[in-house]
């Protein structure tokens, strides 16, 4: 009776952790909303129905047994015995060497068509991991964005990418990882998951990867990083944002344009704690350093059009001024391990840091 309670109990309590994951449902690999996608389900689907099938089977037999040769005190003589029957155990090393084959081959080709780098009309965009954030860069566009990864729909997009420590940045530009130095730094493995979109891809120091999603319908796709890398891996997520082709080309044009530059007041107070507390690790294009030098990202975002994102610190915040505020004055106090430390900014600095940072459409 006790241990039914408990089974019972068992149960109730699965299906509230099971309840509780249901917000989440979109990041859900069983729901594919792109090609890549629909290949890697198309597979799981017939795998998962033959692993089925043999579980039940394997299962059905074992109660069998169990229950047909259960020991009973008339019965005292041994069964008999199979061992060296010759086409019985023929018989039970092909059955699972076709089974396994039949699953193999799909399988195996499957890979083989993921792995292709997709031909034609292509978009390329290098993905560099960070402890704990994505950086996107867009070579033939000449953007680079944080945290949010923008893709036409109906086009494949062919992602390359590396993980990334301090220092990276400043070594190469623009940023690809087939220049990748030897030494990348404090840098570790992460993994790049839009279930989605497409299956999992690690994402490795000193070593290229590559991965390519497709989107059907527009949209936005939850992603995460799916490696442990450290203390704030949990609060390492992204978004894909999938728009129509003309919606694409207006986002692209919206990033190209040079950041807004600041009106009086706040804003271009804060300009002045920026240059003066961040430069060390954030780059602004127009913006440039007291030598006059372009500034350059080092291990931190680049926040030429900031303002144009629904998200940052690795999508772990929403952007609203509350928000901002809360983060610049004590980084590591709101997402644990953050690279980015308290600065000691005063109120009006802190109120001017975020006018400035709104200000960058
Ligand atoms: Cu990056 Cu987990």
Same mark, same amino acid.
């Given at each position: 009776?006790?241990? &039914?309670?408990?089974?019972?109990?068992?149960?109730?309590?699965?299906?509230?952790?099971?309840?509780?994951?249901?917000?989440?449902?979109?990041?859900? $690999?069983?729901?594919?909303?792109?090609?890549?996608?629909?290949?890697?389900?198309?597979?799981?689907?017939?795998?998962?129905?033959?692993?089925?099938?043999?579980?039940?089977?394997?299962?059905?037999?074992?109660?069998?047994?169990?229950?047909?040769?259960?020991?009973?005190? /008339?019965?005292?003589?041994?069964?008999?015995?199979?061992?060296?029957?010759?086409?019985?155990?023929?018989?039970?090393?092909?059955?699972?060497?076709?089974?396994? $084959?039949?699953?193999? !081959?799909?399988?195996?080709?499957?890979?083989?068509?993921?792995?292709?780098?997709?031909?034609?009309?292509?978009?390329? !965009?290098?993905?560099?991991?960070?402890?704990?954030?994505?950086?996107?860069?867009?070579?033939?566009?000449?953007?680079?964005? $944080?945290?949010?990864?923008?893709?036409?729909?109906?086009?494949? !997009?062919?992602?390359?990418?590396?993980?990334?420590?301090?220092?990276?940045?400043?070594?190469?530009?623009? %940023?690809?990882?087939?220049?990748?130095?030897?030494?990348?730094?404090?840098?570790?493995?992460? %993994?790049?998951?839009?279930?989605?979109?497409?299956?999992?891809?690690?994402?490795?120091?000193? &070593?290229?990867?590559?991965?390519?999603?497709?989107?059907?319908?527009?949209?936005?796709?939850?992603?995460?990083?799916?490696?442990?890398?450290?203390?704030?891996?949990?609060?390492?997520?992204?978004?894909?944002?999938?728009?129509?082709?003309?919606?694409?080309?207006?986002?692209?044009?919206?990033?190209?344009?040079?950041?807004?530059?600041?009106?009086?007041?706040?804003?271009?107070?804060?300009?002045?704690?920026?240059?003066?507390?961040?430069?060390?690790?954030?780059?602004?294009?127009?913006?440039?350093?007291?030598?006059?030098?372009?500034?350059?990202?080092?291990?931190?975002?680049?926040?030429?059009?900031?303002?144009?994102?629904?998200?940052? /610190?690795?999508?772990?915040? $929403?952007?609203?001024?509350?928000?901002? &505020? &809360?983060?610049?004055?004590?980084?590591p106090a709101v997402k644990a391990g953050s690279w980015m430390p308290d600065y000691g900014l005063s109120d009006q600095e802190l109120d001017q840091l975020v006018a400035f940072l709104n200000a960058l459409e």
């Amino acid at each position: 009776m006790r241990r &039914r309670t408990i089974l019972v109990l068992g149960l109730v309590a699965l299906a509230a952790v099971a309840g509780a994951c249901a917000p989440n449902a979109t990041q859900s $690999a069983l729901e594919p909303k792109g090609p890549y996608a629909q290949k890697g389900f198309d597979l799981f689907v017939p795998v998962f129905w033959v692993a089925t099938a043999i579980f039940f089977i394997v299962e059905g037999v074992l109660l069998f047994f169990i229950i047909r040769y259960r020991h009973r005190k /008339a019965r005292a003589t041994m069964p008999p015995q199979v061992h060296g029957n010759t086409k019985l155990e023929i018989g039970w090393t092909i059955l699972p060497t076709l089974i396994l $084959a039949g699953v193999a !081959v799909p399988t195996v080709a499957t890979i083989w068509d993921l792995a292709a780098e997709p031909q034609g009309e292509v978009l390329q !965009v290098t993905v560099l991991a960070h402890q704990w954030w994505w950086e996107f860069d867009y070579p033939d566009q000449g953007i680079i964005t $944080a945290n949010e990864l923008h893709i036409p729909t109906g086009q494949p !997009v062919y992602l390359t990418m590396c993980a990334v420590g301090l220092g990276y940045e400043q070594q190469i530009a623009p %940023s690809t990882c087939q220049d990748q130095p030897a030494a990348v730094g404090d840098s570790v493995i992460h %993994s790049f998951w839009v279930p989605e979109l497409a299956g999992t891809q690690d994402v490795i120091p000193s &070593r290229t990867t590559y991965l390519t999603i497709q989107a059907d319908e527009p949209g936005t796709y939850e992603g995460q990083c799916k490696e442990f890398c450290g203390l704030s891996h949990a609060y390492m997520k992204f978004k894909v944002v999938a728009h129509d082709p003309a919606g694409f080309d207006g986002w692209i044009a919206e990033q190209q344009a040079p950041a807004a530059p600041s009106p009086p007041g706040d804003p271009e107070a804060g300009a002045g704690v920026f240059l003066g507390t961040c430069t060390g690790c954030h780059a602004i294009a127009g913006l440039e350093d007291p030598n006059g030098n372009p500034l350059i990202a080092n291990g931190g975002p680049d926040l030429t059009h900031f303002a144009s994102r629904d998200c940052f /610190a690795g999508c772990m915040l $929403a952007t609203t001024d509350e928000n901002l &505020r &809360r983060w610049l004055e004590n980084p590591p106090a709101v997402k644990a391990g953050s690279w980015m430390p308290d600065y000691g900014l005063s109120d009006q600095e802190l109120d001017q840091l975020v006018a400035f940072l709104n200000a960058l459409e």
